[in-house]
């Protein structure tokens, strides 16, 4: 069973910049498909941001498009979400997810349906306020 477990959320000013991280229990995430989403209070989870594999590309929500990246470190044990210009609409809960890639399908585009991705972690909180 996979395990997710994320961190990095904090209390920012509008404008700053975060790095929310993603370890899993796995020895790698090779052969998984990665996403964040989040949750703002009241609303229904959406989806942010996901990566079927480590070089076969990324894709992003349009209102995060240029600010956030999804990326793994060198090992694929980690994801991380890099943030940056937040404003007050990213506020909300962020989990990561993952859900397993046959090899064939490997450079699939990836979606950002929520039912898409077996494995979830906690949670981790971004605020942003002045």
């Known amino acids: 069973q996979l395990q997710l477990q994320e961190s990095g959320g904090a209390l920012v000013q509008p404008g700053g910049s975060l790095r929310l991280s993603c370890v899993a229990s796995?020895?790698?995430?090779?052969?998984?498909?990665i996403a964040w989403f989040r949750q703002a209070p009241g609303k229904d989870r959406e989806g942010v941001s996901c990566s079927s594999t480590k070089n076969g590309g990324a894709y992003y929500a349009h209102s995060v498009k240029g600010r956030f990246t999804i990326s793994r470190d060198n090992a694929e044990k980690t994801v991380y979400l890099e943030m940056h210009n937040l404003t007050p609409e990213d506020i909300g809960v962020y989990y990561c997810?993952?859900?397993?890639?046959?090899?064939?399908?490997?450079?699939?585009?990836?979606?950002?349906?929520?039912?898409?991705?077996?494995?979830w972690g906690q949670g981790t909180q971004v605020t942003v306020s002045s």
């Open positions: 796995e020895s790698s995430l090779d052969y998984y498909a």
């Open positions: 997810a993952a859900v397993p890639v046959a090899l064939g399908a490997l450079f699939t585009q990836c979606r950002l349906l929520k039912e898409s991705y077996d494995y």
